[in-house]
């Protein structure tokens, strides 16, 4: 019995036991083909990681650029309605210390009484008058309203008391529209200027009064009394009806005469008489330049610009064509000025509305400023790189002879390109370089206005010299705009501009008062910037958001990317280094159980 014992077990010993299963879940083919297309999957969102590395900050840039446009209902449009950031207008007026002398044939002597600091509230988009045309442009009309801010103005002044002496601006202009008529129509429209008014040569009125309004008779002479005033006499003055380009009075039928071929070109951005329509939120607030007030009238220098709406303007939106974004094809509803020679350059409608601007501007680019104000566009060249908020900016300045003569001796001032402004073939005093005569836009009143930079700053000398008081300097006087060269977007601008008036005996032959004065005397009598030298810091954080982006987040994307198809690469290879381990372990256990070497051939 014991051999069978030990033959069975002799037996059993030489038959191997049975193994475990070897099929489950992690080794079916189905696992495997898995496995394979998680690699698969990983590889692909590793190469995706790595094209968005590569390409998305230029993709991401081009697409942030397209953006800019000032498409219809866009976020863009939005911020160029709506702004994130306030404005102010701040005024400087120059007071004459000496006004008996210089009627005595004296050199003026000027003190400057400032800063006076408005808050500016642009609306764009008043009563609904923001057009959209199929060229891609938009006609917009501007509504600006000022608001006095005692705590950025200068300490201790008051515009409603702090008195000035200052040309008379409507007698001046009045007698000015006089000095080439013929001696019986002279005699009597100075008869009219003298006998009505003020009749002075210079008058003592508040900051205020100089800008918003004060009590002169002249101004209203041609318009229409209330019916329960006495009747006056006609003047040789237009009517002051309103009008964006502070004229000192207009025809009213020249100016419906006007309107009328400005519309016959079939556009959409005919003018619209929406001061006066009833249903206007702005109906009766708006006011002219000058108008009866309890029947006396009443005319201000600015009068006509808090409230009233401005002339439109239509430029191009950017949609299609970045590159001409801002570009100004009309104005006024016409594509020419009518101010400057005919046919000429300087007439027609052109270059930026400084409300928006094209991106992508470089040290090389030119920006021509369509300014209304100076009834012409100005040019601005690169000068340095600035910072605003930490923001890399690109400041912009008139050149040196951006209102330079066309005939100044000096040829770093010299602008032959400026020849179309001067008309002293009609008539028109040409001055020298770095003043503008205003006359020609002012053609219905010929009222003596001449523009300059503040304090005669890059203007012939013979100007600061013939008043005294004045200092011009770069950092205060100088025009500049620091612009975002990526997106077109400026951070600082200040607009500053003076305004300056022809008086002197040249005004008449025969006004005792002035007989003793000098011959002609540009006279400054404000000067004002617009505009904010530093960005909200809502706007900053915007710029700073858009900049960053195109680096920030491909690079994020493709850290995501990676990290993602890293793990899903490591889980494949994983699993199959895992397969194979427990392959070789098994194979490893059936040779020991076999008698065998695992690594035996």
């Known amino acids: 019995m014991s051999g069978e014992t030990d033959q069975f077990l002799s037996h059993n010993k030489s038959k191997p036991a049975a193994s475990p299963p070897r099929n489950g879940c992690c080794h079916t083919k189905g696992t495997a083909i898995c496995c394979m297309l998680t690699g698969a999957l990983g590889a692909a969102v590793v190469l995706v990681g790595i094209l968005v590395l590569l390409l998305g900050e230029g993709y991401l840039e081009k697409a942030i650029e397209q953006s800019m446009a000032l498409s219809e209902g866009s976020d863009r449009l939005e911020s160029w309605l709506h702004p994130p950031v306030t404005p102010h207008l701040t005024g400087y007026a ?21 800063p006076y600091v408005y808050k500016a509230v642009n609306i764009k988009d008043a009563d609904g008058n ?7 442009t938009i006609t917009y009309r501007l509504r600006k309203l000022y608001f006095y801010e005692p705590s ?3 300490p201790g002044l008051d515009p409603a008391k702090d008195y000035l002496t200052v040309p008379n601006i409507p007698l001046w202009t009045g007698l000015n529209r006089l000095k080439d008529k013929g001696a019986l129509a002279r005699s009597v429209g100075e008869g009219l200027v003298l006998g009505n008014g003020l009749a002075i040569p210079f008058i003592n009125v508040t900051f205020d009064g100089l800008l918003w309004g004060y009590e002169d008779e002249l101004p209203c002479l041609s318009l229409d009394m209330p019916s329960e005033c006495q009747d006056e006499e ?4 237009g009517s002051s009806d309103d009008d964006d380009d502070d004229d000192w009075g207009w025809d009213k039928r020249k100016k419906k005469r006007r309107r009328k071929r400005q519309t016959q070109d079939g556009q959409d951005d005919r003018y619209a008489d929406i001061e006066n329509d009833p249903e206007s939120e702005w109906h009766g607030i708006a006011k002219p330049k000058a108008e009866f007030v309890d029947c006396k009238c009443n005319w201000g220098l600015f009068r006509d610009r808090n409230v009233t709406m401005r002339e439109p303007v239509r430029f191009f939106s950017g949609v299609g064509d970045l590159s001409s974004k801002g570009v100004v094809t009309k104005y006024d509803g016409r594509d020419t000025l009518g101010w400057w020679a005919k046919d000429s350059v300087c007439d027609q409608v052109k270059g930026q509305d400084s409300s928006t601007l094209p991106p992508g501007i470089t040290k090389e680019t030119v920006l021509d400023v369509f300014i209304s104000l100076m009834c012409r566009g100005l040019p601005l060249q690169y000068e340095k790189e600035t910072e605003h908020a930490g923001i890399r900016t690109y400041r912009f300045i008139p050149p040196l002879n951006a209102m330079g003569a066309h005939d100044d001796p000096d040829p770093e001032k010299r602008n032959p390109d400026n020849e179309c402004y001067c008309l002293e073939d009609e008539g028109f005093k040409c001055y020298k370089s770095g003043v503008l005569n205003m006359e020609p836009c002012k053609r219905a009143t010929q009222a003596p206005l001449a523009l300059s930079m503040p304090h005669f700053y890059n203007a012939d000398p013979v100007y600061q010299q013939g008043v005294g008081g004045l200092t011009p300097n770069k950092e205060d006087h100088q025009f500049f705009l620091d612009v975002v060269p990526e997106f077109g977007f400026p951070l600082a601008i200040r607009p500053r501009f003076q305004l300056n008036i022809l008086i002197g005996r040249y005004a008449s032959g025969t006004w005792d008062k002035i007989q003793s004065m000098q011959d002609e005397i540009l006279m400054p009598f404000l000067w004002a910037q617009d505009g904010f030298d530093e960005p909200s810091e809502e706007m900053a954080e915007k710029i700073k958001m858009g900049l960053g982006a195109p680096q920030k987040i491909p690079l994020l ?6 990290f993602i198809g890293a793990v899903l690469m490591a889980i494949c290879l994983g699993f199959f280094f895992w397969q194979r381990r427990v392959r070789a372990s098994r194979k490893f256990d059936d040779a020991n159980q076999l008698g065998m070497s695992p690594y035996s051939t």
């Not at 994307?557 to 990676?562: E, H, I, P, S």
Request: net charge negative; with cysteine.
């Open 94 to 114: 120059f007071h004459i210390t000496n006004p008996e002398a210089v009627l005595q044939g004296k050199k003026p002597i000027l003190e400057e009484k400032g």
């Open 130 to 136: 923001l057009q959209f045309h199929e060229d891609h």
């Open 152 to 154: 950025l103005s200068g």
């Open 234 to 237: 006609a003047s040789p003055f």
């Open 557 to 562: 994307g493709a850290v995501v990317c990676l």
